[in-house]
């Protein structure tokens, strides 16, 4: 056969291959399931916003708080402890929330209890707005003032992860009322979400935040709260007298001075 039949043939074999080729590209193309997006699509239409070097973190819509399920989402919750609470009613159990609802507690020795809130059902809540949190990718990333600081305590990338953070630190920290409780556990939360811009939260602030800005659950649950506290006051007063009161108070008084001194004098003392 002539060298110019060769040529031909092999330019008609060579132009059926490609017409294969893209044959089998639309066929493929045509046969995605609906509902899956072409990874190129899925390439062009991803969008991540940035401003500077930080990436915008979308916090998706919280459930409703759930008082009969214990669901308290992203809060601080907090509920009076047996004897401790019926002489100084400001003292009491704290605990804080994921962002499903679900209650962590330092309650005891190296151990945190997760969805079993220790010493009865919440009493009283404050729910934290993330907004106000800073959630850093990396040392450039910070929204808050103190970043290098906050860096060196220990960042997370979202609500969770900070507070798994703290209780992974709990988990080898000896309980004491006095010294590292429930309060501490949740100030370290705090601290490592940099909350409201600030890494200076204690077992101070988080009582205080509690008291002037909490919500009780229901009546109930202010009756429980105080009620105890009232009896052995009126108890006291029939069979002791006034020196009853004037103790009862003094105790108080020592426990405030305590924290207050531990927290802002001899800052070693207590744990945060």
Known sequence: MPYCGYFAIDTLELAMEEFNVVLSLQTAENRVPRGIVPIMDVITGYDVER????IQHDLWPLDEIDPKNAKFPCCLVWTPLPVVSWLAPFIGHVGICREAG???DFSGSYFVNIEDFAFGAVARYVQLNREKCCFPPNLAGHTCKQGYQHTEYGTALTWDDALQSSVRYFEHKSY???RCNSYSFIANCLNRLCYDGSMNWNMITVAAMLM???QWVDSMSVIRSFLPFAV???LGLVLVGWPFVVGLFSF?????IWFLLGTYCVKTLLES
């Open 51 to 54: 401003d500077g070097s930080r």
């Open 102 to 104: 679900a209650i962590l």
């Open 176 to 178: 004491n009322l006095f």
């Open 212 to 214: 002037l800005k909490g």
């Open 232 to 234: 052995v006051l009126c």
């Open 252 to 256: 108080s008084l020592l426990l405030l």
